[in-house]
């Protein structure tokens, strides 16, 4: 059966997968699912912007999936590139610039005619406590423990660490945070070549993963321990619909809000 949804909805033609994409709609896309702005609503405006964020709330999605990098002087920002890129053609590495730097000038935008700044941590926060907003946190590069303390600190006195689940790549980054705040949800980001994702089992880590390694049989051993699932990143009806065939808790979109 997991073959079968599998090889239908993504290994099929367009026209055939859409058509059991749809029939799949009609009899198991009744589970409530929180659709996530990936970026915010970032295939209409430059990921990771205010403006993308404030999207994602106008577009109708329950959180919006962020980010999150230091600078040179230790303030949280968020881009998911090393680099920012700047409308003048120039580039940033977020690391090795502060934030006087890397706000002095607009970020390159191709999607819109806003002119769009990098933004804070601390900004993405205000925009999803004021839209009651899930916060799917992505730590970017390995973080020491005083500043996944910091942030997530950060994160509690600013909006609701309830509201807040952190993902990484990283798996030691996932246990640090535990460690220092174990109500934190906590998800592994997981996708092709990332070996082994049953120790989130073990450990009671949710999983956040690209819909295209997603299986039925990986979303029953979650949901069997009580653990959440989340799909990233479904742009198309046929992805859209083969996630939430899956049954998953969360479905991440740059196009989809609900």
């Not at 949800?185 to 073990?202: E, P, R, S, V």
């Amino acid at each position: 059966m997991e073959k079968v949804i599998k090889n239908t909805l993504i290994g099929l033609g367009l026209a055939a997968g859409a058509a059991v994409g749809f029939h799949l709609i009609n009899k198991e896309l009744h589970k409530d699912v929180c659709m996530i702005g990936h970026r915010g609503f970032s295939s209409k405006h430059p990921g990771n912007t205010e403006a993308a964020f404030r999207g994602a709330v106008n577009n109708g999605s329950g959180g919006i999936e962020t980010d999150v990098r230091i600078t040179k002087d230790g303030v949280f920002v968020v881009n998911h590139n090393d680099e920012a890129k700047f409308e003048d053609g120039t580039e940033l590495i977020v690391a090795e610039s502060t934030y006087k730097e890397l706000s002095a000038k607009p970020l390159y935008n191709s999607k819109s005619d806003e002119i769009v700044y990098i933004c804070t941590f601390e900004r993405y926060l205000e925009i999803c406590r004021d839209a009651n907003m899930v916060c799917f946190i992505e730590l970017k590069g390995d973080f020491t423990d005083e500043q996944i303390n910091e942030l997530f600190t950060m994160a509690d006195e600013i909006y609701d660490l309830s509201m807040c689940s952190l993902q990484s790549f990283e798996f030691e980054n996932l246990v640090k945070a535990h460690n220092a705040f174990p109500k934190l949800q906590i998800m592994l980001t997981y996708g092709k070549n990332c070996g082994d994702y049953h120790k989130c089992l073990d450990y009671g880590f949710d999983i956040d993963a690209d819909y295209k390694v997603a299986t039925p049989k990986m979303v029953k051993e979650f949901h069997d321990k009580g653990l959440k699932v989340g799909l990233w990143t479904a742009n198309d009806l046929i992805a859209l619909n083969y996630c939430r065939a899956l049954g998953v808790d969360y479905i991440e979109s740059d196009v989809y809000g609900k």
